[in-house]
């Protein structure tokens, strides 16, 4: 006991046992079917000056391809702490996330980066499209980054901006767009690498609430027609009727999780 | 990212034109510190070079120069001042009489020390005080192997002008019509490459020019002393009466007044030299430097047209003493090893090299100057454009911050974020080098058009400048630039996007 640190209560540590059972699991090679997307007995703890919060408190999730996942919870409960966590913009404190069997803690930053570039959909509250390009331009990035050709790229940004019909907004910069418009560009750029998984913090929380239900309308039919898996952090209860599973966190730790039986 | 970093750059022209603006007066700064500082010493030089008519003056016998009246801390003018004394009188100092400069001197004896003579050196008694021109010859090969291109005895002749019915001493000088010429064009020395050399300055007309020997042809001063008389007008002639010389037993000239032969000359050019003087600013606390005119009736001639002119006065008769030689050396970055050679070769002479004289006479004109002036200007300007580029370069990394966030969350590299940012910087530091550079010339030309060198000068500066100027702004512009740049391409993306 005397070598772990002292502000964690040995409560939050695991077992030797479900350590075990956990290098296990995390090994296993990924079969199709099995959970696309796991986080393993996450803990994230934050420095505030000296005193450590604990964002997530060892919260284990996991997502199974083509599911569409609600997190739900009070602000400050730690949404967007374990979405950073799931999609390796962030790294545990303990625990582990592993995405189609590959684990986080074998990538260092560069990895994570790929990891990102080539699995993993952000759509963020506040959009964050690159304002200096057209949104073409933000749509083709992800692709650039990977090395797509530039017909390729051109080609696959069309048909994305025409599935969250954009098409005529093309050339149009960000600043030209209304908050939904620019958020069908931000979800159309986190499809373009064609990720395992779409993580959305918010994504409707910067919208009017026609725009906002046209944005989940505009996830589930995504979700529907391409199988597509989603992470959908959000306070509005009102989705939750959308959603394959519904996660209710408080302080840090998942605490009721709805199942939608289709 | 090569089309995001030139959106980055394109986008917001504003802020792009400001960018490049800092790093092109960073660039601007420190150019023309550097060129102020090179210039500073290149310009003294070049005016002690003409006004001395050589790179180091030979004096016959030993030379001691008084510490408290020319001498800074440095240990008195030390360097290849033989006979020079840090700290106090020389050995045998008992032998030594204070010399004043001697009117009489005015003679073809041709001691010209600007500055010097007023004041007064320290010689020993015994020191024989004038060249043989005669026994040179013998001396030519160990100067030669010293280092030294030329050798030209310094000559004058005492003449009067006539002006309004008064007479006034205006004594006619020997020049090397080529050695003037050459260093006036400047182009052609690397000792003076600079344009910028206020202090000489041709007010009118031409130099001498090598075709000028053996024609009747002058440049005067166009600033003159106070009793000269106002300088003649350019292109027209001026007549000048040199008494008749004969060779006393000793050999030095006896001139006599009453006797005199009248000469037209015709002026080619009227040249101005003014001295540099540093001066400590009262109440502002710095130092700057004020150029301060040198006054002189002296008429230049070539050296060809001063012999002729002497054996007409003399009877036929060739000058047989010089007070000083000019030495004109082959490469002035050899310079030390020069003087110490012509030490070792002629220990009963002393030699006082161009540099130093200048250091000297600016000393005694206007104080001290600090030895190290021109180190800390440059360092200081360095530090205002590192300063300069380091807060442009932190606006513009800061101002990416959320775009390296979000570039990093959708899955780009460090490398790729880092590419990104180095184009930028590296666009913005030759975009800014560039203007500075345009702006150093800009200055050079300026300058140099309203001094009346030649523009020669500004195009051999032209490419070396670039290459500084560009080799500065990079630097800078990689040293506080991509310090920032690197950091921000290595932030875990969530904490760059949690900025706002
Ligand atoms: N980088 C950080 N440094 C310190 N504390 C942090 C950091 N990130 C999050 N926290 C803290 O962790 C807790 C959870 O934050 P988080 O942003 O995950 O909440 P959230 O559920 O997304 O809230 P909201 O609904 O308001 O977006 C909060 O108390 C927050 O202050
Ligand atoms: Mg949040």
Redesign the interface.
């Known amino acids: 006991m005397s070598q772990l640190p002292r502000d964690v209560p040995a409560s939050h540590y695991q077992s030797a046992a479900q350590r075990r059972l956990q290098r296990t699991r995390v090994d296993a090679p990924y079969r199709p079917g099995d959970p696309i997307l796991r986080g393993l007995n996450l803990t994230k703890r934050f420095l505030m000056g000296t005193a450590p919060v604990y964002a997530v408190r060892q919260t284990t999730l996991e997502i199974k391809p083509g599911e569409f996942v609600l997190v739900v919870g009070p602000s400050g409960c730690g949404k967007t702490t374990l979405l950073n966590l799931l999609g390796g913009l962030d790294r545990p404190t303990f625990g582990e996330v592993v995405l189609e069997g590959q684990p986080y803690s074998k990538l260092d930053e560069n990895g994570l980066a790929r990891l990102r570039r080539n699995k993993v959909g952000f759509v963020f509250q506040f959009f964050n499209l690159l304002t200096d390009l057209t949104a073409e331009e933000n749509v083709m990035l992800p692709m650039q980054l990977v090395g797509l050709s530039p017909a390729k790229t051109r080609a696959r940004a069309a048909e994305l901006l025409a599935a969250v019909g954009m098409a005529e907004r093309a050339a149009h910069s960000p600043f030209e767009l209304s908050g939904g418009e620019q958020q069908r560009i931000a979800v159309a750029r986190a499809l373009a690498n064609s990720p395992t998984v779409v993580l959305a913090d918010e994504p409707t929380g910067n919208l009017d609430r026609k725009s906002g239900t046209e944005i989940i309308g505009l996830f589930r039919r995504l979700n529907r027609e391409f199988h597509q898996t989603f992470v959908v952090v959000s306070h509005d209860l009102s989705f939750t009727e959308h959603a394959d599973r519904v996660v209710h966190m408080e302080d840090g730790q998942i605490v009721k999780v709805e199942a939608k039986t289709a | 990212?090569l089309?995001?970093a030139w959106?980055?750059v394109s986008?917001d022209w504003n802020r792009s034109v400001l960018a490049i603006s800092g790093m092109a007066l960073a660039a601007f700064v420190l150019t023309s510190a550097l060129a102020l500082s090179n210039t500073y010493h290149a310009g003294a030089l070049a005016r002690y070079r003409f006004a001395l008519g050589g790179d180091i003056v030979a004096l016959p016998g030993h030379f001691f120069v008084d510490r408290a009246l020319y001498g800074g801390a440095s240990g008195g003018e030390g360097g290849g001042a033989r006979g020079s004394v840090a700290g106090g009188a020389p050995a045998g100092a008992a032998d030594w009489t204070l010399r004043r400069w001697d009117p009489t001197w005015q003679g073809n004896l041709g001691q010209f020390v600007p500055g010097i003579g007023e004041k007064g050196y320290l010689a020993p008694a015994n020191d024989p005080d004038v060249f043989r021109l005669d026994t040179l010859q013998a001396s030519a090969g160990a100067f030669g192997k010293a280092g030294v291109a030329g050798i030209y005895p310094y000559l004058s002749l005492p003449a009067f002008t006539e002006t309004a019915g008064k007479t006034y001493p205006t004594p006619l000088r020997a020049r090397q019509a080529g050695f003037d010429a050459v260093w006036v064009r400047q182009d052609e020395v690397g000792v003076n490459a600079n344009a910028v050399t206020p202090g000489i300055r041709l007010v009118t007309g031409r130099w001498l020019e090598p075709s000028d020997e053996g024609r009747m042809v002058a440049l005067v001063s166009a600033n003159r002393p106070a009793g000269a008389g106002p300088a003649p007008a350019p292109d027209t002639t001026v007549t000048v009466s040199v008494p008749a010389v004969t060779v006393g037993a000793d050999g030095r000239p006896v001139f006599d007044y009453g006797r005199r032969q009248e000469f037209r000359l015709q002026i080619v050019g009227l040249y101005n030299v003014t001295l540099d003087v540093v001066r400590e600013n009262e109440g502002e606390g710095g130092t700057g430097s004020a150029p301060v005119p040198w006054e002189t009736g002296d008429i230049m001639i070539p050296s060809k047209t001063f012999e002729t002119l002497y054996s007409l006065v003399s009877g036929g008769a060739a000058p047989e003493i010089a007070g000083q030689l000019g030495l004109v050396v082959k490469d002035m970055n050899q310079m030390n090893r020069t003087l110490k050679a012509l030490s070792q070769a002629f220990p009963d002479w002393t030699f006082l090299p161009a540099p130093q004289l200048a250091g000297m006479m600016q000393r005694q004109a206007g104080g001290a100057i600090p030895a190290n002036l021109s180190g800390t200007f440059v360092l200081v300007s360095f530090l205002l454009a590192g300063a300069l580029a380091a807060g442009n370069m932190y606006v513009v990394i800061y101002q990416r911050s959320?775009?390296i966030?979000?570039?990093?969350?959708?899955?780009?590299?460090?490398?790729?974020v880092f590419g990104m940012v180095l184009v930028e910087v590296v666009g913005y530091s030759l975009a800014g080098g560039l203007v500075g550079w345009v702006l150093v010339l800009a200055l050079y030309s300026l300058i140099v058009l309203t001094s009346g060198a030649g523009l020669a000068a500004v195009g051999a500066k032209a490419g070396s400048t670039l290459v500084v100027v560009m080799g500065t702004t990079l630097a800078v512009a990689a040293a506080f630039g991509l310090a920032p740049a690197w950091f921000a391409a290595?932030q875990?993306?969530?904490?760059v996007?949690r900025h706002?």
């Open positions: 990212m089309r995001l959106r980055n986008r959320k775009q966030g979000i570039l990093r969350s959708i899955g780009a590299s460090s490398r790729q290595g875990p993306a969530a904490r996007l706002d």
